[in-house]
């Protein structure tokens, strides 16, 4: 008997999906067991790049859900409303669940795992995070040995293309994302890519996983890359950095409680250039998991499009096609979720890291003494402090900082505004 599919959504991943599972030869033979049942769409008169018979295409989403024949859906409409509804309602009636909707999760997975464990059913979701690059079962699976202590991500291929064009160009940011836009690498509203959004719902994702908790995406510290200039990417180069947008989840101490306390944000970043995640560049993503007693692990690939996001949901589709056929009263406990706490995510005033600061200046004698001591009087150390030139009659200052408290470093930065010599700080960008 053939495990029957309800795909919600037919869009790009959607297509990509029903064209992968229509095409089996060479693929796992546990892919012949699926049937594609019933495919929601909005408008089925529309030409598609797949072949269906009538009676698979519908409009009614909620039948396809209540449907007892259905085993498997695969929600693949993405947005909050109503997948969120459909997902539950699914949940409700004892179907597994497939998504590629890190929004969602992000946002409701406390409600739709604690739904999803009462049912008995499985919520998969390799293609919320990562498109085709398989992390999410490794983290869930392979990786679940070892004390994870940092997972450190680029995540949006959309910013990643963008600080890519300005590094090998010289380009502004505006001008490059007008491009990106063109090409179809942007959205026309791009806020969720260039505001990091998208990357902390993922981050979340991952960090949930990785560090065995919840994660509240309001506690997640997001910054996007539009302040990020072509001067500053010049300046980095010339330091021995690259600039990228990283989504980071590390734990802050090596601690006995579980989930560990976190710090998750994410926020355009100063990668030192011989950093594994400084070579990865256009639309690919990376993610590195570092842990004991593995030390550190790089997952790499395509982050978008058809077929990479149709390569995660199929495997998703294929580990339930297993689980089905080998069907025993209790979950799986590697593929289901047991997460209940939640995982205490620190204030960034208390993140150690190191800074990078541009400051605009007026052309006075002492000025660079006056920033170190501000500096100094908070316990800021500094690895390095240049004056690299002039705008119009203001001298432009460029520091790097040691391992810093976040907290100290903006307590500093107060005091500096107030010096009548400091006509402005342009930039400020934490450093890896």
Known sequence: MGVKLGILGLGTVGTGTVQLLQDLNGRHPLLREIEIYRVGVRSPQLPRAVELAKNVLTTDLEA???DPAVDIVVELIGGLEPARSLILKAIENGKHIVTANKAAIARFGDEIFTAANKAGVYV???AAVGGGIPVIQPLKQSLSVNRIHTVTGIVNG???YILTRMQTEGSNFSDVLADAQKLGYAEADPTADVDGLDAADKIAILASLAFGGRINLQDVYCEGIRQVSKTDIAYAEKLGFVIKLLAIAKTITPSPSSPPPLSVRVHPTLVPKEHPLASINGVYNAILVEGEPLKQVMFFGPGAGAGATASAVSSDILNLVAALKTSTASPNPLLACSHQDYCQIVPMAELITRFYARFLTKDQPGVIGKLGTCFGT?????ESIVQTGFQGE????VVVT???REGNFRQALAEINT???IDSIPSLLRVL
């Open 158 to 160: 959309t910013t990643n």
């Open 402 to 404: 040691h391992d810093v």
């Open 394 to 397: 203001l001298a432009e200052i």
């Open 378 to 382: 908070y316990g800021v150390s500094l």
């Open 419 to 421: 010096l009548e010599a």
């Open 124 to 126: 998969m979701l390799e």
């Open 64 to 66: 396809i859900v209540n």
